[in-house]
């Protein structure tokens, strides 16, 4: 099970660095949506298409990075991904996105207006072609802000 204070930090996050690798050890890293946190798996959303998804087809493991500014504990989650492309966890998924989808536009458009910034595009905008990622984890690895490792399994 994960430590209740990663749940709290990641489910304070928007979007996590996630790390993957091709057959022959071809390194990838792109920012994903983090949608959920439920036991001791993380729902992301992948609406590119791109590197990270044709790597998991053929490599199903990755690595999550993240860090916690305030103390300089950084945090990798390792784990294998099942992708979900249709049924029912995908239909109620998608509905999830969705109300996320409104919350992030929000509040992107609010926190503009207090800081009078101008932005070419408020909304959060997500494609209809989307799959998820399942990311059952199985290692968990504080890093310390003097460089000490802290191995868990999940």
């Known amino acids: ?6 749940i709290d930090f990641l489910q304070e996050r928007e979007f996590i660095s996630v790390a993957t690798s091709d057959l022959s050890g071809l390194p990838n890293a ?10 001791s798996c993380l729902y992301l959303i992948d609406y590119t298409i791109g590197t990270t998804y044709r790597n998991l087809r053929v490599n199903p493991r990755l690595s999550l990075s993240f860090m916690d500014l305030k103390t300089l504990v950084g945090y990798q ?12 966890v995908y239909e109620s998924m998608l509905q ?4 996320k989808e409104i919350e992030l536009s929000i509040t992107r458009v609010v926190e503009g ?16 072609h989307l799959v998820i990622f399942r990311v059952a984890m199985d290692e968990l690895v504080e ?11 999940i």
Request: zero cysteines; a positive charge; glycine letters at 10%.
């Open 96 to 99: 999830e996105l969705r109300r």
């Open 1 to 6: 099970m994960i430590p209740k204070k990663i």
């Open 113 to 128: 207006i207090k800081a009078e910034k101008s932005h070419e595009a408020f909304e959060v905008a997500i494609t209809e």
């Open 143 to 153: 890093i310390g802000p003097h460089g000490g490792l802290k191995r868990e399994e």
């Open 30 to 39: 792109a920012p994903k949506m983090l949608l959920r946190v439920e036991g």
């Open 77 to 88: 989650i390792n784990g294998r991904v099942e992708i979900i492309e249709k049924g029912k």
